[in-house]
């Protein structure tokens, strides 16, 4: 597995992911080639055999980063493809002298939760019925 920075080129691929998933932001390809063409926005792939299984986008402004959107291919659950991604965004970010990473995950999404908490992210706050099926959505943070 391979984890490389994301295309314009893979806007197709990253929309197909994207909508394959429960959870995820449901970005439209036009919305990933804004995604991809906005200066605070960084997205990374991850790719098994030239084939993208899985994503993450995040923005950033003065220091402090959100992780707007993240999945993994049904297919290649559980294998570390979210942990490698996550921790690709963490070490670069870090390195790049960011100070503070955020996002939001739904309250129902326990999977995800477990992947955050287990990276270092902990619960700061909660927006109630943030999501469209009445979710509330847990903002987590992370110092770096
Ligand atoms: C959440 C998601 C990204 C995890 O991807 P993944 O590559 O399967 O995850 P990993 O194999 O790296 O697992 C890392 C950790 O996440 C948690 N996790 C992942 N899948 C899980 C599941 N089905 N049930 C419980 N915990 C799970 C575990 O803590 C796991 O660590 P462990 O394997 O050591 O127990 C993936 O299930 C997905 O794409 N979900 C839909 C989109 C989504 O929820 N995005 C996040 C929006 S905030």
């Known amino acids: 597995?391979?984890?490389?920075?994301?295309?314009?080129?893979?806007?197709?691929?990253?929309?197909?992911?994207?909508?394959?998933?429960v959870f995820s932001a449901?970005?439209?390809?036009?919305?990933?080639?804004?995604?991809?063409?906005?200066?605070?926005?960084?997205?990374?792939?991850?790719?098994?055999?030239?084939?993208?299984?899985g994503f993450v986008a995040l923005r950033g402004v003065c220091e402090q980063y959100e992780l707007l959107n993240l999945a993994v291919a049904q297919a290649y659950s559980r294998r570390g493809i979210a942990r490698?991604?996550?921790r690709t965004v963490l070490d670069e970010l870090a390195a790049c002298g960011a100070e503070q990473i955020s996002l939001e995950v739904s309250s129902r999404n326990a999977p995800?939760?477990?992947l955050y908490?287990?990276?270092?992210?902990?619960?700061?706050?909660?927006?109630?019925q943030f999501y469209p099926d009445g979710a509330d959505a847990l903002i987590m943070e992370q110092k770096l």
Request: contains cysteine.
């Open 1 to 21: 597995m391979k984890i490389v920075p994301a295309t314009l080129a893979d806007t197709v691929s990253l929309c197909a992911l994207d909508h394959s998933r």
């Open 26 to 53: 449901h970005w439209s390809v036009e919305g990933w080639q804004a995604e991809l063409a906005q200066p605070t926005s960084r997205v990374w792939c991850a790719q098994e055999e030239g084939k993208i299984v």
């Open 84 to 86: 490698a991604l996550v």
């Open 112 to 114: 995800a939760q477990g």
């Open 117 to 128: 908490r287990s990276m270092g992210f902990t619960a700061v706050g909660v927006r109630r």
